[in-house]
């Protein structure tokens, strides 16, 4: 009896051996470190946005309309183009010989005057009032510099007589900035709140 039961201890310790070697092979692989050599790089061969050149971007084709026109504004100065502002000028005193108004002093005005009723109204705005308010006296201070120092550079005289601060009109860039926040401001709203205030600007140079 003792024998046999040493025998089967034997035997059983034999059979577990017999997978140590097995299971003493087995081995945990390295972690590789991570590459970040090229972790730029594009591995599923996802197509990359092409950058459009220079001359394709929304900027130069904001500017070749207003480009154009202001290039040919400069050009009629000394009595090019078609219709040069000499003539211009004869024309609206020869139409209109006593017409005198003020009424372009106040219309410049009319776009804050929307900003404020919009506003009143109850209607959000793109900024809070303290930004939109920053937003216009920066917008002013730039304008009234630039303009003012076109208008000491080009001397032209106005169609009276009065100076040669004529161009370019304080009045028309007055009131094109002022509807241009009002746009800003509301444009996600309605786009009528932009347009509202601009069917009337093209007549403030004629009245200024």
């Given at each position: 009896?003792?024998s ?10 034999l059979?577990?051996?017999s997978?140590?070697?097995?299971m003493?092979q ?8 991570a ?6 790089e594009n ?21 070749i ?9 400069v ?14 000028n ?23 005057l ?13 900024d ?13 201070l ?5 303009v ?8 032209e ?11 370019p ?18 444009r ?15 007549v403030?140079?004629h009245?200024?």
């Open positions: 009896m003792k046999l039961f040493t025998s089967c201890s034997v035997g059983g310790f059979w577990i051996s997978f140590m070697p097995a003493a087995v081995s945990v692989a390295p972690t590789a470190p590459d970040t050599t090229h972790k730029f591995p599923v061969g996802v197509p990359s946005v092409v950058k459009a050149p220079w001359y394709k971007g929304k900027l130069v084709r904001a500017s309309v207003p480009a154009v026109m202001i290039g040919y504004g050009y009629t100065f000394n009595g090019g183009g078609f219709y040069t502002n000499q003539q211009a004869r024309d609206i005193h020869k139409l209109f010989p006593t017409y005198r108004t003020r009424l372009d002093d106040f219309l410049i005005f009319a776009p804050y929307e900003l404020g009723a919009v506003a009143l109204a109850g209607v959000e705005s793109r809070d009032r303290l930004n939109t308010g920053l937003v216009i006296l920066k917008s002013e730039i304008m009234l510099t630039s003012f120092a076109i208008k000491n550079l080009s001397r005289t106005r169609p009276d007589g009065s100076d040669n601060l004529s161009f009109s304080g009045h028309t860039a007055q009131a094109f900035l002022a509807a241009s926040i009002v746009h800003t401001e509301f996600d709203k309605s786009q009528w709140y932009g347009i509202g205030p601009t069917p009337w600007l093209p403030l140079p009245c200024a």
